[in-house]
């Protein structure tokens, strides 16, 4: 049976499953869907055309399925489709698509995202990506699996991070990540290398991490007599690269940038 506080005001044309808890002072739109194991613990508010999966936790003042922040276009109709298992912990907003693009954002499953952190219109978020404090992201932002975004830092709208990369805190995004790339700490830092750390937590078999440690010295070589674009070429023809895995993914991700391009080392 479904648990609502008598505080709480929840639409009765909301979609909820049978176990489904919403503590004190929530609000839960008309248009809302929730899945079975989920909770809104006091004062949430999900409205929008959410679609929320299975055994997400929602902390207090969290903000889901709100109108685009978006001066040019709001689509009344917009999704915000919510995997599995997340977490959403104080302050949390997330906001529905917009007409500029597909008028869906979507988060995948087992996500972390810590207090205050922003998840804006359009963005495609993976699975097992953790969002630290006052981490925000622009529009149409991409972020990969198992990427980790630090504490105050901040993407610019189409910007990429790649599956597996490391965002310090306090860093201004405003080019693409590679997947497992490293950026540590300033306002529009550079690259700083690969996120070992992740790819060993990852379970990663070593020689696959030394073909790509290869892989993105070759890269990004600053000494380099030959452009970044020469370079891509060189190591997508390289026949020794193609079982690697995490080279291909780098491969692809490189031959594939946003409008704002991928981000160099310092």
Known sequence: MVKIHPTA???AKAELADDVEIGPYCTVGPNVKIGKGSRLISHVVVDGYTRMGERNTVYPFASLGMLAQHKRSNAPDAL???GDDNTFREHVTAHVGSEVDQKITRIGHRNLFLV???IAHDCVLGDDIVMSNN????GHVHVGNRAIIG????????TRIGEGAMIGGMCGIARDVIPYGLVMSGIRAGLGGLNLIGLQR???DKPVIFGLQKAYKFLFDKNAETTFAERIEQLSADSTVNGNPLVVKLIDFVQNPSKNNILQPE
Do not use: E, K
């Open 9 to 11: 005001i929840v639409d």
């Open 80 to 82: 915000l489709v919510i």
């Open 116 to 118: 205050a952190s922003h």
């Open 135 to 138: 981490a925000t992201l622009a």
């Open 151 to 158: 504490g105050l830092s901040a993407v610019l709208q189409f």
């Open 202 to 204: 990852a379970g990663i």
